[in-house]
């Protein structure tokens, strides 16, 4: 995950549908602590990010356009 670009389910997301006591750990804090560079939008928008292969949306609203850019992906 090393100077890779990313996103995920935020720490703000997860605490706003009071997950944080649940999951076994926070996935934007333990992304960061391996190095990726994290990137967000407000809560629950959509929010896609390329870095090389790897496609990764920040939440559910994110489903189409990571779909999208996996496709432009293969077809290159």
């Given at each position: ?7 995920s389910f935020t720490n703000e ?17 333990k992304l960061k602590s391996l190095?990726?560079?994290f990137s967000k939008a407000p ?34």
């Amino acid at each position: 995950m090393k100077d890779k670009d990313v996103s995920s389910f935020t720490n703000e997301e997860e605490a706003a549908v009071n997950l944080t006591k649940v999951v076994p750990f926070l996935l934007e804090t333990k992304l960061k602590s391996l190095g990726a560079n994290f990137s967000k939008a407000p809560n629950f928008e959509k929010h896609v990010v390329v870095s090389e292969r790897l496609v990764a949306g920040q939440n559910p609203a994110s489903a189409t356009g990571v779909g999208q850019e996996m496709a432009k992906l293969l077809e290159e």
